[in-house]
């Protein structure tokens, strides 16, 4: 049974940070692309950062870029998303999410983590 379990979210103010933490099992994260989304209420998920451990690339949104970096610790079969000048348009609940084709489309990915609630405020 495929699991991804989110932590790390909370409240901050703007331009602090958070280290958002992704540990799968029942599955490796290095045959996985593995994605982080983001939600807010009435709205569509939204793509962020993704990492394909198979070619050693890493993706993001342009509205994230230069300040959110993903990474994978192998060891701990575990994805992090490192937030940094949080921006109160920011706020979202982030999501965990693991599939088998490089894409920014939320459709394509089979597992999804349950979610962390970040709160920039301003």
């Known amino acids: 049974q495929v699991q991804l379990v989110e932590s790390g979210g909370g409240l901050v103010q703007a331009g602090g940070s958070l280290r958002l933490s992704c540990t799968a099992s029942?599955?490796?994260?290095?045959?996985?692309?593995m994605a982080w989304f983001r939600q807010i209420p009435g709205k569509e998920r939204e793509f962020v950062a993704r990492?394909?451990?198979?070619?050693?690339?890493?993706y993001y949104a342009e509205s994230v870029k230069g300040r959110f970096t993903i990474s994978r610790d192998g060891a701990k079969n575990t994805v992090y998303l490192q937030t940094s000048s949080l921006k109160p348009e920011d706020t979202a609940v982030y999501y965990c999410?693991?599939?088998?084709?490089?894409?920014?489309?939320?459709?394509?990915?089979?597992?999804w983590g349950q979610g962390t609630q970040v709160t920039v405020s301003s």
């Open positions: 029942g599955l490796s994260a290095s045959t996985y692309i």
């Open positions: 990492i394909n451990e198979i070619i050693g690339s890493t």
């Open positions: 999410a693991a599939g088998r084709r490089s894409t920014d489309w939320a459709g394509l990915y089979d597992y």
